[in-house]
Each structure stands twice: as structure tokens, then as C-alpha cells.
């Protein structure tokens, strides 16, 4: 139980498109998603605390026009890059928390973006 | 601020040996404490988790973390390693009651087992 999706799973996208990256829960529901973001060789990095119904929370520094999270039911949270550039190319990594289990978070299998 | 460090940032060991990652917080007051595995080209896994109790917990694939409260720390081991092993290992924190309590993770430890 507790499985996480990501779709696409790797996404190239031409500079100045946008690009949609959907995290379903797939046997639990979800009121709280978290997105990260990770470089190559680095830890994850919280982008945003997403909970069904209402509007995400961002993390400093993080621009919430440019990388909109949308959580409308609780199996389904998205994340949309608007208008990307190269330095937007990351792998991005999506979490649900049931909240029944203390907080403990089951990850998905990431979706890697490459911005040409 | 908050803050997780990993001391250790790739280890290289052979089969059979014995493996210590070190992971240290700076939270203060009750903690949740994590440690996930990532194997190339895949997703993150829960290895095991500290809530309350008792501080040495064991988790899947004959891994264990002791949680020493006085030293802020939450050290994973494992007896005998496997090549399996090789993998990125991210300890992993959520601060006290009353924060956001999303997780912060640790720089990770890249763990090479030799056959």
C-alpha cells in the first residue's frame, strides 16, 4: 500500500513552454502533497506544502507564478512550470503524508525535466 | 535554523563490512526522525523511522538507527553490507509540535559497496 505516481516520468521541453507534472496517490487518499525539487548529487529541497482544496504554501525563495501547484482532490495533486528555462532542468520529486501514520511521507518515482 | 547534517558524504566499503552514517539535527523538543534509501534510478524508500520509545529501532534489510537524544543524533548501521546496499541514504527530520512539520532532509551519503 502506499504508492505514489508521477507522470511523466521525463519531460525535455523547448525555453519558454510550460510543462505539467501530476502526482497521484494511488491507494490512499491525500490531504497534504509536498513537492522537492533535487539537483544532481544534492539532497532534496522542499518547493511547496500542497494541501487539497486550498492554496499551496511556498517555500522562501521559491516563485509561486512560475511553478503552480494545484491540488484539487486527495489523489491528485500538480505542478506546473510556466513558461521554463534551462536552469529550471531539475528532477522533481513528489510526497504524499497520510496523516493517519504520523506524518510519514511515501515518496514518487520522480519526473526529471530537461529545458533546452 | 533548522538544519540536518550528514558527516559523511560518499562512503565506499567492501562486502561483509560494517557501515555507520552519521546524521546529526539542530531541532530542540520532540522530533520525528527518518532515514530513506534511494537506489539508482529509483524512488525514495522509507528504510526506518524513530517517533518515541525505544531509541534503537530496526528497520527493513537488516538496517538499524539508534536515536541518542543528548547528542542530537540518529546514526544508521547495518553489521554486513551488501553490494545491494549501494545506494543514496538521506537521513531525514520533522521539527517539534506546532511547526509545519514537513520534513528536512540531510545532504545524503552516497554508500558504494565493492563486490
Known amino acids: 500500500g502506499a504508492v505514489v505516481s508521477q507522470h511523466p516520468s521525463w519531460v525535455i521541453c523547448k525555453s519558454g513552454t510550460s510543462v505539467k507534472i501530476e502526482c497521484r496517490s494511488l491507494d490512499f487518499q491525500a490531504t497534504t502533497m509536498f513537492w522537492y525539487r533535487q539537483f544532481p548529487k544534492q539532497s532534496l529541497m522542499l518547493m511547496a506544502t500542497s494541501n487539497e482544496g486550498s492554496k499551496a504554501t511556498y517555500e522562501q525563495g521559491v516563485e509561486k507564478d512560475k511553478f503552480l501547484i494545484n491540488h484539487a482532490s486527495l489523489t491528485l495533486s500538480t505542478l506546473t512550470v510556466t513558461s521554463a528555462h534551462p536552469e529550471d532542468s531539475s528532477f522533481y520529486i513528489c510526497?504524499?503524508?497520510?496523516?493517519?501514520?504520523?506524518?510519514?511521507?511515501?515518496f514518487g518515482p520522480g519526473t526529471r525535466l530537461t529545458v533546452t | 535554523a533548522q538544519s540536518v547534517s550528514q558527516h559523511n558524504h560518499h562512503v565506499i566499503l567492501s562486502e561483509a563490512a560494517s557501515l555507520e552514517l552519521g546524521c546529526n539535527y539542530s531541532?530542540?523538543?520532540?522530533?520525528?526522525l527518518f532515514w530513506y534509501v534511494q537506489y539508482p534510478g529509483q524512488h525514495l524508500q522509507l528504510l526506518l523511522k524513530?517517533?518515541?520509545?525505544?531509541?534503537l529501532v530496526k528497520g527493513i534489510k537488516g538496517f538499524e538507527a539508534e536515536f541518542i537524544k543528548s547528542k542530537f543524533s540518529f546514526n544508521l548501521r547495518k553489521p554486513s553490507v551488501q553490494w545491494s546496499d549501494t545506494a543514496e541514504y538521506f537521513c531525514?527530520?520533522?521539527?517539534?509540535?506546532?511547526?509545519?512539520?514537513?520534513?528536512?532532509f540531510g545532504s545524503g551519503t552516497q554508500l558504494t559497496v565493492l563486490p
Open positions: 524513530y517517533f518515541s520509545g525505544d531509541p
Open positions: 531541532y530542540g523538543g520532540t522530533v520525528n
Open positions: 531525514a527530520v520533522t521539527p517539534p509540535p506546532g511547526s509545519a512539520r514537513q520534513l528536512t
Open positions: 510526497s504524499a503524508r497520510v496523516e493517519a501514520r504520523s506524518y510519514e511521507q511515501y
